[in-house]
C-alpha cells in the first residue's frame, strides 16, 4: 500500500513537471506566415529612405530582416542583416537594385524568409526627400559638454547643414562634408537639433531631419529619504525598504552592511522607478544598517542620505 501511495506521488509530480515544462517552451513557428505590407513586390523608388513594413505574427519575437545587392543568388553586396523587435524599420539606399527578405524568429524556431525586390531609381535632385540621423536618440540626457552626431551618409549629398536650438531660441548652424561631428562647448540646458542633406551641383536639398532633444544636466539631484525603517525601528524578515524619492530621480542605489561605517556590506541594489525593496532573508537576533544615493538620467549622482540601523527580531 505504501509503495503504491508513492507511485502516485511520483507520478503526480511528474505530470506537473511536464505540464510546467511545456508552457515554458516556445511555440513553433516553423509554419508561421509573415505577411509583408511594404514595400511591395519590385517597387521602383524614387526616395532613398524606405520603410519596410510587415504585420505582427504571433509567437514571434523578433524579425532578421536582409537587403542586398543585387540578389540573393548574385550577390555582389550585403547591405543589411539585422535582428529587430518592431514591424517597421527605416533605412536609407543608394540608387540601384536590391533585394530584401523578412523572416520570424524566437529562441527555438524560424520561419521561412519571405522575400521582394526593389529597386532605387537614380535621382539626385534631393528636393523633398527626406532625411533620417543616427545618433543621439529623442530626449537624449546627458552630463558631458561633448556630444557626438551620426547620420548615414546620403546619396549625391556633398554638405550637411546642422541646426542646434538652444534654451534661448539661439540657432548655431554648422555646415560639414563628414557623416558625424562633435560639439564639446555645450553649456546645461535643452536643446533640439536637426540635419539636412545638400547637392551643391544642382543646388538641392532634403528636408530636415525630424528634430531630436538633447538635455544637458550637470547638476546632482536631490537625494532620496529614508522612510521605512526608521532609525532604531525593530522588523522581521522579509524586511521591506522603503524611500521617497524627489522629481528628478531616476534611480537609487541601496546598500545594506551590519557595521555603521559600510565596510562590510552584505546586499547592495539599483532600483529603478520603484521606491521600496524587499530584501532577502537576513539573520534574526542581528543589527543592520542602511544607506542609499540618487541618480537622475544624465548620470549625475546625489550623495549619501543619512544612514538609519533597524534591528531583525526573526
Request: net charge neutral.
Amino acid at each position: 500500500m505504501k509503495t503504491f501511495n508513492n507511485s502516485l506521488l511520483i507520478a503526480f509530480w511528474l505530470m506537473l513537471f511536464f505540464s510546467s515544462c511545456k508552457d515554458i517552451i516556445e511555440k513553433d513557428i516553423t509554419n508561421t506566415q509573415i505577411e509583408i505590407l511594404s514595400p511591395y513586390e519590385n517597387y521602383i523608388s524614387s526616395k532613398y529612405e524606405i520603410t519596410f513594413w510587415w504585420k505582427e505574427a504571433k509567437n514571434v519575437q523578433k524579425y532578421r530582416l536582409q537587403i542586398v545587392s543585387p540578389t540573393f543568388d548574385s550577390l555582389q553586396s550585403i547591405i543589411l542583416d539585422t535582428l529587430i523587435a518592431n514591424t517597421q524599420y527605416l533605412y536609407t539606399l543608394y540608387p540601384g537594385r536590391y533585394q530584401w527578405r523578412i523572416r520570424g524568429e524566437n529562441g527555438s524556431s524560424a520561419t521561412q524568409y519571405y522575400q521582394r525586390n526593389l529597386t532605387i531609381d537614380t535621382n539626385t535632385n534631393l528636393s523633398n526627400q527626406s532625411f533620417n540621423v543616427l545618433s543621439p536618440q529623442q530626449d537624449f540626457y546627458t552630463n558631458n559638454r561633448k556630444v557626438l552626431f551620426t547620420w548615414l551618409v546620403y546619396p549625391y549629398a556633398d554638405l550637411y547643414e546642422y541646426n542646434l536650438l538652444d534654451t534661448f531660441n539661439t540657432i548655431q548652424k554648422i555646415k560639414t562634408t563628414k557623416d558625424a561631428f562633435i560639439l564639446d562647448t555645450l553649456s546645461e540646458g535643452v536643446y533640439k537639433w536637426q540635419i539636412r542633406a545638400h547637392n551643391s551641383i544642382n543646388n538641392t536639398t532634403t528636408q530636415f531631419s525630424l528634430a531630436r532633444s538633447i538635455i544637458v544636466d550637470f547638476t546632482a539631484p536631490n537625494t532620496s529619504s529614508l522612510a521605512l525603517p526608521l532609525n532604531g525601528d525593530t522588523a522581521s524578515n522579509p524586511v521591506k525598504l522603503t524611500w521617497n524619492r524627489p522629481l528628478d530621480a531616476y534611480a537609487d542605489s541601496i546598500y545594506i552592511a551590519n557595521d555603521s561605517n559600510f565596510s562590510s556590506i552584505i546586499s547592495a541594489a539599483f532600483i529603478y522607478n520603484e521606491s521600496y525593496w524587499i530584501l532577502p532573508t537576513l539573520n534574526a537576533s542581528s543589527y543592520y544598517y542602511w544607506k542609499l544615493r540618487t541618480v537622475d538620467r544624465a548620470n549625475n549622482w546625489s550623495g549619501y542620505s543619512i544612514v538609519h540601523r533597524f534591528y531583525v527580531t526573526q
